[in-house]
């Protein structure tokens, strides 16, 4: 019953209800995130990725079945996206509306996207948030794996190629969703995700894994400028 | 062992859960790995030698005693007991190999003779075996029966034992040396450890010394009531209690394993531990009946609870779930799955008033493959999900004639129940499934571990030489990595669905 105990409105069943952020009058910022004040910022000892850019959330249907995230993916997909990376305060029109990037710092091991929309008046509900970060390694590392968690489904790519693709009502566990075994170049490496949220608390974690499914370290993330 | 067994070897088809080959044996040794090769000794003419190349399929390979000048015990084994060639044990020590073995006249006059070698592999050049005499004898007179050696090296200070007896009095202890094989101090008095029972021998796990006896009757077939009973001390010397405390040398003893099914009359324990969090220990049944009453070897996994062995069970055929320890989650093929029963409404929790009484209804029917398999895709991936009981979660694991096996149990395949879709290692260490061929990458090796859960390992990987094991390395995604005794990732619960 998470989700009718996070309701503001009693009685709407989990998938009908559209219980948002914006319901709320005075919204505080998050104190888990906060504006980047450095050009690159290091994972952190456990390899947690910190620095993303968080498109402000769409609305798609909810439904996180392997085929209905499917769907919302593709409905809410960015033309050209996988070619281009976005930068901080960049606008873009996607199903009919004006949605902005932030660039964001977690203080936290996890991005909580229920924070970041939350002070935006932005839906948290049946809504899909964009992520990407770009990872700087400083030499070429084989047989990594991009080990992620996220509430709900996911889809993620690495270097433009599809890693991971989690499905279902689901909370954020490190380490839930983890790619093949993979390489990463040295220099950046980009990685983009696409987060599906029927209703309550929604928010990620990411980090990559060595060949001995240990956290790696020394990376760091640049976001453009 | 108080009668002579003549073992008789045969040659059986491949069962579901037993060893294949000829294993025919009584009072097998402790099954010894040595050169790649496992074997094992039994009571019979000079010794009856069981040898297998994977622990799963075994031969009959002659005797020991046929290395020896006139085939028998030497001369002083001879003069303590008589000449016959019972009930053996085994073990390494450094480069040598001691072989006990029981040479009783009329019981209990017996005596335990040593032979010493450096191969137990009968096609090298340095096979052969030496006569070490008699170790221990008892004079036919004495609460002592000098038959059924069972020899422990202890791991915690190089330390080496023997324990004997047959049911005319005590279980003994000596101690030995472990350069010779011979008695340390023939001048100390044996200490009886336990009484009224045979085929003893020591084992160490985790700060206890456990002796394991076998209780019951012998060498009467399907009417042999053969038990084993284990108890455990703290200190090599005893004493030894059961878990409701009896001292072994008042009869106490807590059954570690018992007749089960169609294999009567478990006996003559032997631990066989394959490193890794993985033991197994070696038994003869007096009599399985599939195999037409005779007494066989079996191997069979070893478990630990609350400080006790547990005699574990072969892996049945049939359908499971194959859960992860790490997470709980189930292995799946990477397909949308269906609710079982169909895709139903969203309960209503009241938006109009309070919601309906729920009604029970008839029982929803198992979902099958042909139901929901359709439109899955002839190859694909695997993932980890929790377990909702679909299609795509139910493994049917089966063992594959022909393909070998390893200490104790044959390769299987792993099969969505109804299809064709096998569970396969790929090249670069992942996992796919796809139609069955028959190749290794697609055969399993499934140990049971000492907790109870299973390491799953392909017989071999496209390409490499690795040994790689099951692996949850993310609550939704299993791969294939080394495996790590210390870590939950590698086990995994096989269940019924």
Redesign the interface.
């Known amino acids: 019953m998470r989700r ?1 105990l996070t309701a503001l409105v009693l ?6 209800c559209t219980v948002h952020a914006e319901q709320a009058a005075t919204r505080p910022a998050a104190t888990s995130l906060t504006r980047p004040k450095s050009a690159t910022l290091p994972v952190d000892a456990r390899g947690f990725i910190r620095r993303w850019l968080v498109l402000e959330p769409v609305p798609v249907p909810g439904m996180l ?3 209905a995230v499917e769907e919302a993916v593709q409905s809410a997909m960015i033309p050209g996206s996988m070619d281009s990376l976005p930068r901080d305060s960049e606008v873009v029109t996607l199903r009919n509306s004006s949605v902005t990037w932030h660039a964001l710092d977690t203080v936290n091991y996890n991005l909580n996207l229920y924070h970041f929309a939350w002070p935006l008046s932005k839906p948290t509900s049946n809504v899909l948030f964009w992520v990407t970060t770009t990872v700087d390694s400083p030499r070429e590392m084989h047989g990594v ?1 991009l ?1 992620i968690g996220s509430n709900a489904a996911s889809r993620w790519w690495l270097n433009g190629e599809r890693v ?1 693709a ?3 009502d689901r909370q954020t ?1 490190v ?7 993979t390489t990463l170049r040295k220099g950046p490496n980009v990685i983009r995700a696409a987060i599906v949220n029927g209703g309550g608390a929604t928010d990620f974690c990411a980090r990559f ?1 060595d060949e001995n ?1 240990q956290p790696i370290t020394g990376l760091s993330i640049s976001l453009p400028r | 062992m108080r009668a002579l067994l003549l073992c008789v070897a045969a040659t059986f088809a491949l069962r579901a859960h037993a060893l294949d080959g000829e294993i025919a044996i009584h009072d097998p040794s402790t099954v010894i790995a040595s050169g790649g090769r496992y074997y094992t000794y039994g009571t019979g003419n000079g010794l009856p030698v069981l040898v297998s190349d994977d622990g799963w399929t075994w031969r009959r390979a002659g005797s020991l005693m046929s290395a020896l000048p006139g085939a028998k015990p030497g001369p002083d084994v001879l003069a303590r007991g008589g000449n016959n060639t019972w009930a053996p044990d085994v073990i390494r020590v450094g480069e040598k190999f001691y072989v006990y073995y029981s040479a009783p006249a009329t019981q209990p006059r017996a005596a335990i003779g040593l032979l010493v070698g450096r191969t137990l592999d009968p096609a090298s050049p340095e096979y052969k075996w030496e006569d070490g005499g008699p170790v221990v004898w008892s004079d036919g007179i004495e609460d002592s029966n000098a038959i059924d050696p069972g020899v422990l090296l202890d791991p915690t200070d190089g330390r080496l034992w023997l324990t004997y007896g047959s049911y005319f009095g005590y279980i003994r202890l000596v101690e030995l040396d472990p350069k010779t094989g011979k008695r340390r101090d023939g001048r100390r008095a044996p200490v009886n450890i336990a009484v009224n029972a045979e085929a003893s021998v020591l084992i160490y796990h985790d700060g206890w010394y456990y002796l394991l006896v076998t209780h019951g009757s012998c060498c009467v077939g399907a009417s042999s009531t053969y038990n084993i009973r284990v108890g455990r001390a703290r200190r090599v010397t005893g004493p030894y209690l059961d878990n409701m405390g009896i001292d072994m040398l008042e009869g106490g003893g807590k059954l570690f394993a018992g007749s089960r099914g169609r294999q009567i009359g478990p006996g003559h324990f032997g631990l066989l531990d394959l490193g890794e969090g993985v033991q197994k220990f070696s038994i003869h049944y007096e009599a399985d009946l599939d195999r037409g009453g005779i007494s066989v070897l079996d191997i069979r996994p070893l478990l630990w609870q609350d400080g006790w062995p547990i005699a574990g069970t072969h892996l049945e055929a049939g359908t499971y779930t194959l859960e992860s320890a790490r997470t709980g989650t189930v292995l799946e093929l990477a397909v949308q799955g269906t609710p079982v029963g169909g895709l139903r409404p969203r309960r209503s929790v009241g938006v109009n008033g309070p919601p309906p009484e729920p009604r029970p209804g008839p029982p929803i029917a198992d979902q099958e493959a042909t139901d929901v398999a359709a439109n899955w895709p002839a190859i694909t991936d695997i993932r980890l999900a929790p377990a909702m009981l679909q299609a795509q979660q139910k493994w049917t694991i089966a063992p594959v004639s022909g393909a070998g096996g390893y200490p104790g149990a044959p390769y299987f395949r792993i099969t969505i129940a109804g299809t064709e879709r096998s569970l396969g290692a790929t090249a670069d260490g992942e996992l796919i499934a796809s139609a069955f061929t028959g190749a290794p990458e697609q055969l399993w090796r499934i140990d049971q571990l000492t907790d109870g859960s299973y390491r799953i390992s392909p017989k071999a990987i496209p390409g490499t030489n690795e040994s790689l094991a099951l692996s949850a390395v993310g609550s939704s995604m299993p791969t294939l990595t080394r495996f790590d005794p210390s870590s939950d990732r590698q086990r995994w619960f096989i269940r019924a669905p």
């Open positions: 009718v009685g709407c069943t989990a998938s009908m079945t392997e085929s794996r080990a991971i989690l499905n279902d566990v380490d839930d969703g983890v790619s093949r075994r894994l499914d």
